[in-house]
């Protein structure tokens, strides 16, 4: 959890389990979309409403290790690996509260997003900036 400076804490919920009583996999995007949410609004102090700053989903990579349950408390760790030109890469870990142990480990892909245009463009450098002194560094 040391490489990790953000996490967020959810419970596992009924309607979220399958009939293997875990949570069905789907859901684990969910959690970490929230945490992501989190990390740009809390970590970073960023205002998502604004028009100047935008991002959408371009490539998930999960890898499930475990399982959660029904009333799991979930962390969802998450830690900007890279920030390209347009492009930002996610690294996430969601772990059971107190435990060290991974249930799920994702890349996650992002591409700065133009809803006007449709299109990508660049990170903006106020962004950036907020990632990199966040993050202890230059990505």
């Avoid at 990790?4 to 009939?19: A, M, N, P, Q, T």
Wanted: aromatic residues 12%.
């Amino acid at each position: 959890m040391d490489d990790f400076r953000f996490s967020h804490c959810l419970k596992v919920r009924y309607s979220e389990i399958d009939g293997q009583k875990i949570v069905f996999n789907a859901h684990y995007l969910t959690y970490i979309d929230v945490a992501v949410t989190e990390y740009f609004q809390e970590g970073l102090g960023l205002d998502l409403n604004s028009s100047d700053f935008d991002f959408v989903l371009a490539k998930s990579t999960l890898e499930y290790k475990n399982s959660a349950h029904l009333n799991d408390w979930l962390n969802i760790w998450c830690k900007m690996s890279t920030v390209g030109t347009s492009s930002m890469v996610m690294n996430c870990m969601i772990t059971r509260e107190g435990e060290d142990t991974p249930i799920l480990i994702a890349e996650i892909i992002y591409v700065s997003y133009d809803p006007e245009t449709k299109t990508t463009r660049p990170v903006p450098k106020y962004v950036r900036n907020r990632i990199e002194e966040f993050e202890g560094g230059s990505l």
